[in-house]
């Protein structure tokens, strides 16, 4: 039998975060439990940390990680799992597009500082590693390449108005040439020089 679940949902002004808070009660055989669980997501930084704390009649965990949008199509997380009797485990999990790769790593069958600590920091030191060194960098480049072939685009596109608007004026200057050779053989009126001037109009 399974008890209700609370979950609140806030946002708050300026930085748009979600924050959910979930409280569950199972009774049921062979497991019953208790589970708290805090959830905040930030959306701005396409960041979302979790925490929580599980107890039943199989032992008890805390559990952490965080979950990051590292591309368009990519999400990294991980999460450290301290329990009894399970230990001191750590997950990771990498999902592009539809593909997920999973890499749990058990550490320790007891609850010890070093492995809690090494499982806290060495997936933070990697992923600054990777995230300066490898993906910023490939980003940066896609960009800049992106950047270039949009400009060389708008330059195409520049020149081929540039000589539709050369065939259009040569194409007017023959037809002018034609108009004025016939108005000088007519002896017609011929108009030598053309100004417009706005103000002048008016004091017309």
Not at 53 to 60: I, M
Not at 166 to 185: G, K, S
Request: with cysteine; charged share 25%; proline share 3%.
């Amino acid at each position: 039998m399974e008890a209700s679940d609370l979950c609140f949902l806030l946002r708050s002004l300026g930085i748009q975060k979600i924050i959910a808070i979930i409280f569950s009660i199972q009774v049921g055989l062979p497991h019953s439990f208790v589970l708290l669980q805090y959830t905040r997501k930030m959306l701005n930084q396409e960041l979302k940390l979790k925490i929580a704390v599980k107890a039943g009649t199989f032992g008890g965990l805390i559990e952490y990680g965080a979950e990051k949008k590292i591309s368009k199509h990519s999400n990294l997380a991980f999460a450290v799992v301290c329990g009894v009797p399970s230990g001191v485990k750590l997950k990771i999990r990498l999902t592009r597009a539809s593909q997920t790769y999973s890499f749990p790593i058990h550490l320790c069958e007891e609850i010890m500082p070093a492995p809690i600590f090494y499982a806290t920091v060495v997936p933070l030191v990697v992923y600054v590693v990777v995230k300066k060194g490898f993906v910023e960098p490939i980003l940066r480049d896609e960009k800049s390449k992106k950047v270039e072939k949009q400009k060389q685009n708008n330059y195409n596109k520049l020149l081929e108005k540039r000589k539709e608007a050369l065939a259009a004026q040569d194409l007017m200057m023959a037809t002018y040439n034609r108009i004025r050779d016939e108005e000088t053989r007519k002896k017609g009126l011929v108009i030598v020089k053309a100004i417009y001037r706005e103000d002048y109009c008016r004091a017309w």
